[in-house]
């Protein structure tokens, strides 16, 4: 199978680990899975292409492996689940997207658990294509910085149970946080490009807050999609100086890399960590404030915080634009 549902697989068995469940456990519930990927889609595969040959086997080898790489489809194939199955190839949204949705089928009963998240692994054509793009940083990438040059690419997978209150109960164990909100919303502006005013990501925010029932007086932090690209750095800070003035926030691509279709779940997770933690890391590669972004700059040190609700946002190609409201218990 590819990385990427090597990646995913991992995750989820950590994740039900974690959750306190186990196979026999899954067996008795209405299971779905919604996993968001990009590479994990790409049907486009190196060898293909590459290795030429006249015999079938090797041009039908990767065909076959994409095949059988669906990232949904592996994990549930190896817990044998019957629920709804969904792979969210959203661009850069995708994770995000997938843990909404995901939170959706619990709310509305189709579900009574759910493995969402996002997985994806480093690609020769991913790179390249933002390399030809000319928003890919040689150096460590620095988010909202004066001197950003672009994006530097990562890998990775971040998988969560979501569950009913009563499965909770059934279980025995307590959440260790919850999905409040969600808001997904399109710029419809330029296949690349973000909106100059930032109009997809603000209805995103206003929906997700809406959704969640919170204001801004009660967000603690933001987790930023800060990509370390001129254009995006600039739209996002200026959305979050309307839209969330003087909340602190912060970017996890300096450690990560751009995870692609994984991002919004991998800084879903770490925004739970966060609120757990009482605290977010300084947005690594920031150093010098840049004057467009004006007056909403990341947090430069590790920064104590207080409050148990936090937004995450992402943006990506196409316009799209997915924002989740995450929260821990008391």
Not at 30 to 41: A, F, K, Q, W
Not at 175 to 199: E, Q
Not at 289 to 305: C, G, Q, S, T, W
Request: with cysteine; net charge negative; glycine share 12%.
């Amino acid at each position: 199978m590819l990385r990427t549902c090597q990646l995913a697989l991992t995750a989820a068995l950590e994740a039900i680990e974690n959750a306190g469940l186990d196979r026999e456990f899954l067996k008795k519930m209405r299971v779905g899975v919604c996993i968001g990927t990009n590479v994990g889609s790409c049907v486009n595969n190196e060898a293909f292409y590459l290795n030429p040959s006249e015999r079938n086997d090797l041009l039908a080898a990767p065909v076959n492996r994409f095949l059988s790489s669906n990232p949904t489809s592996v994990i549930a194939a190896e817990f044998c689940l019957g629920g709804p199955l969904q792979t969210v190839v959203n661009a850069c949204s995708a994770g995000s997207d997938a843990i909404g949705l995901a939170a959706s089928w619990i709310r509305t009963g189709i579900c009574d658990v759910v493995i969402a998240g996002g997985a994806d692994e480093l690609y020769q054509v991913t790179y390249t294509g933002f390399k030809s793009l000319h928003i890919y940083d040689d150096s460590p990438c620095k988010p909202f910085d004066a001197h950003r040059k672009g994006l530097n690419l990562g890998e990775g997978a971040a998988i969560f149970m979501l569950t009913s209150e009563e499965v909770q109960k059934e279980a025995g164990k307590n959440p260790r946080g919850f999905v409040l909100g969600y808001g997904s919303a399109t710029d419809a502006y330029h296949p690349t490009k973000t909106r100059p005013d930032g109009l997809g990501l603000k209805m995103a925010m206003r929906e997700a807050m809406e959704t969640g029932g919170t204001t801004p007086a009660k967000i603690a932090f933001v987790s930023a999609h800060g990509t370390g690209t001129r254009d995006n750095d600039l739209i996002e800070s200026r959305v979050l100086s309307d839209i969330l003035p003087g909340i602190p926030f912060f970017s996890a691509k300096g450690y990560t890399g751009h995870t692609l279709g994984a991002s919004g779940a991998i800084e879903a997770a770490i925004t739970v960590a966060c609120l757990e933690e009482g605290r977010i890391p300084a947005s690594a590669g920031f150093t010098t404030p840049d004057p467009e972004l004006a007056p909403a700059y990341p947090v430069r040190r590790n920064f104590p915080i207080s409050g148990r609700i936090a937004l995450s946002e992402t943006l990506a190609f196409g316009g799209n634009n997915a924002v989740l409201i995450l929260g821990i218990g008391e």
